[in-house]
Nanobody, 119 residues
Framework: QVQLVESGGGLVQAGDSLRLSCAAS????????MGWFRQAPGKEREFVAS????????YYADSLKGRFTMSRDLAKNAAFLEMSSLKPEDTAVYFC????????????WGQGTQVTVSS
């Protein structure tokens, strides 16, 4: 089992930057692909970004490329999401997730952290 805890969310203004963190416990994250997802009010959860177990491959939702950057730090057993030029439409609960590389679905999830972007 992997326990994930997100932090770093908050209320910011449009154009600001924010860094989310995902701390893991239970098992080392080195054996897992990591991802960030978000869910806005009244909408379905959507993919934001993911990084492979090795860290060699990173993927982003097309609409977020260039503004969001995902990284991981194996020594800290953590993953991060750097968000810049934030827009009101980025307002959502952001979730960290982990999956076994050979599987498709993310099976370990954090509780989420709220990001609110005011105009």
């Amino acid at each position: 089992q992997v326990q994930l805890v997100e932090s770093g969310g908050g209320l910011v203004q449009a154009g600001d930057s924010l860094r989310l963190s995902c701390a893991a416990s239970g098992r080392a994250l080195a054996g897992y692909d990591m991802g960030w997802f978000r869910q806005a009010p009244g909408k379905e959860r959507e993919f934001v970004a993911s990084v492979s177990r090795s860290g060699a491959n990173t993927y982003y939702a097309d609409s977020l490329k260039g503004r969001f950057t995902m990284s991981r730090d194996l020594a800290k057993n953590a993953a991060f999401l750097e968000m810049s030029s934030l827009k009101p439409e980025d307002t959502a609960v952001y979730f960290c997730a982990a999956k076994i590389p050979t599987q498709i679905e993310f099976v370990f999830w954090g509780q989420g952290t709220q990001v609110t972007v005011s105009s």
